[in-house]
């Protein structure tokens, strides 16, 4: 059964900083892309950031770029956000999704979430 | 900037049908952009329903139905039901592992 845990949520003020991380089971976690997507308080859904199988290739939301980097530990099964100078604009649930692409030949097009984690609660405030 | 655009709310009857859209604030949706569909209720986490446009993920029923619609992706719903009153989000695909949600629907079944 697959699995995505998030941790590391929690309160921190502005201009701080946070990592969340996702630990994965279930599936062979270096053959997929992985993503962080989070939901502000009564917001939509917004993808922040996802990482590529060996963590050659790493895309961000403009809204984060320079301020969030995520990472992969590969052997250990998990996926990272390294986040800083947090702003309340950063409050949400951040979610851990797997991506799943259609590959073949070699060749992969497209994808969607196929997995979700439960999320973690990030909140930035004084 | 990409926008994607859906209904902010929509209602239905129970057993009715509704279909709800995602379009792009320039341009045209096409199977191009993988549209993929998420329903969610409060408190939980997104649940996958469609992909790749036309196909349901694992376990979801089949009056739920995906398609592209003019220049827009599509969901639709046949015969809803009270659990289907959720949000539902669409996510296209722009490349170079770019994915853009749009702002969700809440559906409303009375």
């Known amino acids: 059964e697959v699995q995505l845990v998030e941790s590391g949520g929690g309160l921190v003020q502005p201009g701080g900083s946070l990592r969340l991380s996702c630990a994965a089971s279930?599936?062979?976690?270096?053959?997929?892309?992985m993503n962080w997507v989070r939901q502000a308080p009564g917001k939509g859904l917004e993808w922040v950031a996802n990482?590529?199988?060996?963590?050659?290739?790493?895309y961000y939301v403009d809204s984060v770029q320079g301020r969030f980097t995520v990472s992969r530990d590969n052997a250990k099964n998990s996926l990272h956000l390294q986040m800083s100078s947090l702003t309340a604009d950063d409050t949400a649930v951040y979610y851990c999704?797997?991506?799943?692409?259609?590959?073949?030949?070699?060749?992969?097009?497209?994808?969607?979430?196929?997995?979700w984690g439960q999320g973690t609660l990030v909140t930035v405030s004084s | 900037q990409t926008v994607v655009t859906q209904e902010p709310s929509f209602s239905v009857s129970p057993g009715g049908t509704v279909t709800l859209t995602c379009g792009l604030s320039?341009?045209?949706?096409?199977?191009?952009?993988?549209p993929s569909w998420y329903q969610q209720t409060p408190g939980q986490a997104p649940r996958t329903l469609i992909y790749?446009?036309?196909t349901r993920s694992s376990g979801v029923p089949d009056r739920f139905s995906g398609s592209i619609l003019g220049n827009k992706a599509a969901l639709s719903i046949t015969g809803a039901q009270a659990d289907d009153e959720s949000h539902y989000y669409c996510?296209?695909?722009?490349?170079?592992?770019?994915?853009?949600f749009g702002g969700g629907t809440k559906l409303t079944v009375l």
């Open positions: 999704a797997r991506w799943k692409r259609d590959c073949t030949n070699g060749v992969c097009y497209g994808g969607y979430f196929d997995y």
């Open positions: 279930g599936f062979t976690f270096s053959t997929y892309w």
């Open positions: 990482m590529n199988e060996d963590g050659g290739q790493k």
């Open positions: 320039s341009g045209s949706v096409s199977t191009n952009y993988y």
């Open positions: 790749n446009t036309n």
């Open positions: 996510v296209l695909y722009l490349g170079r592992g770019i994915s853009v």
